[in-house]
């Protein structure tokens, strides 16, 4: 009996231990077939929280939403940093944006307190805006760039109020986009046509711009589905001003916010030199768009815009003359024959200031001949 019961005791024993060799054995196999991953201690900080392994369960959307775009930038970055090594200039992320920008609201009110623009500049300061005001979608491939071009002088006041709000504006619709300020310097007649053609020459030599957004200051859009782009027809984009009581003054207006394309403005040849003073130029604008195009526009319930107030310009009192002309100096007077000299391009925090000189006399005096000619007896 004792020698059984001994036998039975030694096998059991036996048994354990077979068993807990083997279990060891799985666990250490296990261990070492499983990888693991170790962050250093300067990574696992609060600061950082998507440096962390993510927990089990459903993440927030706003957090999926962070780590796409932490992802979506990293790559960018080291996509951007491989093609500097190629020398190229203009670097676009690869991810195209969304065809119909998701943040567009409809109807928008602006803020039209004037405030300072250091203020402005404080307020807009998280926006990612380059030096100079150019502002790209910072997570995907923009289908326009768009260049605004504004003809400025003494228009502080309404500077400040669009720069506060087009910014903003702009980056909802997710356009690769830069304001322009052309400036004449004092003491020589103000020319808007002339600064458009101005800042269109001068935008083209930094950037390859799509689409030309020609834009007064004193101008605010109130609907952000009025995209800033440029469509196949040459666009008039502020349709219903409030001054004139949210109704288009006349079919063939083309005045305020007009958009064109490259190509539609080297077939117009530009906008005319010809306008020194206030008035003329618009009407002028559109007898050259209808001779190759037809004017666009979006509906009047979109293309609103409030006119913001200041001082009335002194009319240009020769305009009638260059109007009766019609289009007969469109081929000679325009990109073609641009006169002027660049003396300053300022890279400000939230637009480039470009202040420029020309010369009246020389300006009318390249088409003077040609108006002789043309000019039709009263």
């Not at 993510?54 to 940093?81: D, T, V």
């Not at 926006?127 to 326009?144: D, E, V």
């Amino acid at each position: 009996m004792l020698n059984r019961g001994l036998r039975q005791s030694l096998f059991v024993l036996v048994l354990a231990l077979h068993l807990i060799v083997l279990s060891t054995y799985t666990i250490l196999r296990y261990q070492r077939s499983t990888p693991t991953e170790t962050y250093p201690d300067h990574i696992l900080t609060e600061a950082d929280p998507f440096a962390k392994p993510l927990s089990p369960g459903p993440l927030p959307a706003s957090l999926i939403e962070k780590s796409e775009r932490l992802l979506l930038n990293q790559n960018y970055k080291r996509f951007n940093k491989q093609q500097k090594s190629a020398d190229k200039k203009y670097i676009l992320p690869r991810v195209p944006c969304p065809l119909l920008p998701p943040n567009l609201v409809g109807r928008v009110t602006a803020d039209l307190f004037s405030y300072e623009m250091h203020e402005v500049e404080e307020h807009l300061a998280n926006s990612s805006i380059q030096l100079g005001g150019h502002w790209s979608p910072p997570h995907c491939t923009a289908h326009y760039r768009v260049a605004i071009i504004i003809p400025y002088r003494n228009r502080d006041m309404q500077l400040r109020i669009f720069l506060n709000f087009m910014h903003p504006f702009l980056q909802k619709q997710q356009i690769d986009y830069q304001i322009y300020l052309v400036e004449p310097i004092e003491k020589i007649k103000f020319n808007r046509a002339l600064l458009f053609n101005i800042g269109f020459r001068e935008a083209l030599k930094e950037y390859p711009w799509q689409c030309f957004i020609f834009h007064d200051v004193d101008l605010i859009p109130e609907d952000d589905r009025n995209i800033y782009s440029c469509p196949p027809e040459p666009r008039h984009m502020s349709v219903s001003v409030n001054t004139f009581n949210y109704q288009l003054p006349y079919r063939g207006i083309f005045g305020g916010v007009s958009a064109m394309t490259i190509k539609q403005m080297e077939a117009v040849n530009g906008f005319s030199n010809q306008y020194f003073g206030w008035g003329g130029e618009d009407d002028d604008m559109s007898a050259r768009v209808i001779t190759k195009y037809r004017i666009s526009r979006y509906p009047a319930s979109i293309g609103r815009y409030r006119m913001l107030r200041h001082r009335p310009d002194t009319p240009n009192s020769n305009r009638f003359t260059f109007l009766h002309l019609g289009t007969g100096l469109m081929n000679h007077d325009g990109l073609s024959n641009l006169q002027y000299d660049v003396v300053s391009i300022d890279k400000k925090k939230l637009f480039t200031h470009i202040l420029v000189n020309y010369n009246e006399t020389l300006i009318k005096a390249s088409v003077a001949d040609l108006v002789k000619k043309k000019k039709k007896p009263h």
